[in-house]
């Protein structure tokens, strides 16, 4: 069983930066692909970014690349993001989540974090 713990949201203006992060419980967490991802008002959850278990296999939604950074630190058990040149439509509830090594989906959530941007 894997707990998730986000933090770091919050109200911003447009042009700002943010960092996520999602403290996770678990002895097998290094084991674990950790996501990100972000459910706006009145649209479905999507995918924001997913790190492998060793770290160096990245991926990101087209409308963050370039702009968000997703990294984690396995000895601190914690996966981060790092969100730069924030805009409007970035505005979700964002939540952490946690794939085992042989799932087919993410299997472990976060409660959220609000993050809102201002234009």
């Known amino acids: 069983q894997v707990q998730l713990v986000e933090s770091g949201g919050g109200l911003v203006q447009a042009g700002a930066s943010l960092k996520l992060s999602c403290a996770a419980s678990?002895?097998?967490?290094?084991?674990?692909?950790m996501g990100w991802f972000r459910q706006a008002p009145g649209k479905e959850r999507e995918f924001v970014a997913r790190?492998?278990?060793?770290?160096?296999?990245?991926y990101y939604a087209d409308s963050v690349k370039g702009r968000f950074t997703i990294s984690r630190d396995n000895a601190k058990i914690t996966v981060y993001l790092q969100m730069n040149s924030l805009k409007p439509e970035d505005t979700a509830v964002y939540y952490c989540?946690?794939?085992?090594?042989?799932?087919?989906?993410?299997?472990?959530w976060g409660q959220g974090t609000q993050v809102t941007v201002s234009s």
């Open positions: 678990g002895r097998t967490f290094s084991t674990y692909t």
């Open positions: 989540a946690a794939k085992e090594p042989l799932a087919t989906k993410f299997n472990y």
């Open positions: 790190i492998s278990w060793s770290g160096d296999r990245l």
